[in-house]
């Protein structure tokens, strides 16, 4: 049961509701939904990320295109503003600027120009509210097909410390509160690193700009709630777990108080229409193509990776197959396979892009894949992170389907990639092979090597409708193993893991 705290026009305290990065979870939201129309805040925010990553979301994008039910319940609740997000920006502009239309709220964000309002002012209880916007300016990064080339990402920082100014000074603001899609490179109160100082999380920056009242984050997915130097702190966590609820005294400035709440939703709801659709059969496997274990699924050759390369390279024609798994626990497709199943394990809207890759590149990237993973103390493998937690590490990992290879943990970060060979023939540095490989990969986000290198060809259709129109041709699904890797705690040493 919720408890909510109630304002008076005594003691001046303002009530305020944030979301972020809901994913579009319509079935969470609703219950949001419900919990905000009994708080009745005097500001209401979303902080970016609002309708891409969903099931759902992909159902009314591709096959019932039209209004979002987000954007109905949204237009109901009363957002007094959004703010954009990196995601809102994985649609062509013109369906973004069709989705602000169909919204009856604003959306801010400070730092890409001309695009959008900087701010919105309202005033409540006789003071001036500004809600300035800013979004990460690292958006560009991850824009697969470009939609954002006309678009300029400020440095988050600079501009929201102008418009900090600006809205105190000619708006002669009140309070201000900087919402923020982005979030941390150090934990705000401990301090603890955990993310790279890149540009792309600036929170700690924005933290110090003077006449910042209240800073909002987001991006990360973390659940934060916090009250630093008197300034509330707040990132409510992803996919609509909890909210936040900010209580705060424009008299005494040392009476705020934050809270996340959460909701009790649990397994994913759909729409009657979605989940009729989601429910049907595509084809079938007579093998288990489950995977389990988020350390354990990433060390050895496994059915359902021999498949998603099996699948790439028909596709395309590469000699190479470059595969990611979600990161998640379990997946892959048991027996009767569904349109869920297909989406539980790829729902992201990319194509299939070959590019034309060196050896060098290739053994580059298997380095960056290997520095995933540590020796602990009692020699075995786990994930760096776990065994170094001080220490930066990445959290990507690829599987190579047409390579053998050898991942050697004991050897020092950047030495790991042991015997790389191709059709029985060890890769040299010069040798230039055709890779396949999601387009978001080919970005080079999060494998640098990838970037401004050739794209040979690429997928008309995204990876979700290919694998459908694959499964049903080939059902029952054959299992054809493309290389063989292993990873070794040391040279000579049998698989050890934690």
């Known amino acids: 049961m919720l408890r909510y705290l109630k304002t008076t026009g005594d003691c001046m305290e303002l009530s305020i509701c944030v979301t972020s990065d809901l994913h579009g979870r319509l079935d969470r939201f609703e219950e949001i939904a419900q919990h905000i129309n009994q708080i009745k805040p005097d500001i209401l925010i979303d902080n970016g990320d609002f309708l891409q990553g969903s099931l759902t979301t992909y159902y009314y994008d591709y096959v019932k295109p039209g209004p979002h039910p987000m954007i109905a319940a949204a237009n109901s609740l009363g957002y007094d503003a959004a703010v954009f997000g990196n995601h809102e920006f994985n649609y062509p502009l013109a369906e973004v600027e069709s989705m602000r239309k169909q919204c009856k709220f604003p959306w801010i964000a400070c730092n890409i120009g001309p695009f959008a309002k900087p701010y919105i002012l309202k005033e409540v209880k006789g003071k001036k509210i500004a809600v300035i916007g800013v979004v990460t300016q690292a958006t560009p990064r991850w824009d697969e097909h470009q939609y954002t080339n006309n678009l300029t990402f400020s440095d988050a920082y600079t501009t929201a410390a102008f418009w900090v100014q600006h809205v105190k000074k000619a708006e002669n603001a009140d309070l201000i509160i900087l919402s923020y ?26 933290l110090d700009i003077p006449g910042v009242d209240i800073l909002i984050t987001g991006h990360q997915h973390l659940e934060i709630c916090s009250i630093i130097n008197g300034i509330p702190i707040i990132q409510p966590g992803a996919n609509g777990s909890c909210f936040s609820h900010i209580t705060y005294n424009l008299v005494k400035k040392n009476a705020h108080t934050v809270k996340l709440n959460y909701v009790t939703s649990s397994s994913e709801r759909y729409p009657d229409e ?20 988020l350390l ?14 099996d699948f790439q390279l028909e596709a395309t024609g590469a000699q190479l197959s470059v595969v990611e ?23 992201r809207p990319n194509t299939l892009k070959v590019l034309k890759l060196t050896g060098a590149a ?11 993973f540590a020796v602990d103390a009692a020699g075995t493998i786990d994930f ?21 290879y050898k991942l050697v943990i004991s050897e020092p970060v950047g030495n790991r990639v042991k015997n790389i060979m191709y059709k029985g023939r060890p890769i040299t540095s010069e040798m230039t092979f055709r890779v396949a490989m999601n387009s978001y990969r080919a970005t080079g986000a999060d494998f640098p090597m990838f970037q401004n ?6 997928t008309k259709d ?6 459908m129109r694959y499964i049903k041709e080939h059902s029952p699904l054959p299992h054809r193993q493309h290389g063989h890797f292993q990873v070794m705690a040391m040279t000579n040493a049998g698989l050890s893991i934690k």
């Open 181 to 206: 899609h982005g979030g941390f490179t150090k934990h705000p109160e401990t301090g603890v690193p955990f993310a790279e100082e890149d540009g792309e999380n600036e929170g700690n920056r924005l």
């Open 274 to 293: 979605v989940k009729e659709w989601l429910t049907g059969k595509i084809g079938y496997t007579d093998k288990d193509f489950r995977y389990t274990g």
């Open 296 to 309: 354990s699924s990433r060390l050895k050759n496994h059915p359902f990776v021999d498949f998603m390369h």
């Open 325 to 347: 798994l979600l990161y998640h626990e379990q997946g892959g497709f048991t027996q009767d396979i569904t349109v869920m199943d297909i989406l539980k394990n790829f729902s």
């Open 362 to 372: 290739i053994k580059e990237a298997l380095e960056q894949c290997a520095a995933v």
């Open 384 to 404: 760096a992170l776990n065994v170094h937690p001080d220490i930066l590490a990445p959290y990507v990992y690829d599987f190579w389907g047409g390579l053998d």
């Open 453 to 458: 290198n050739p794209v040979l060809s690429e």
């Open 462 to 467: 995204i990876i979700p409708e290919l694998l």
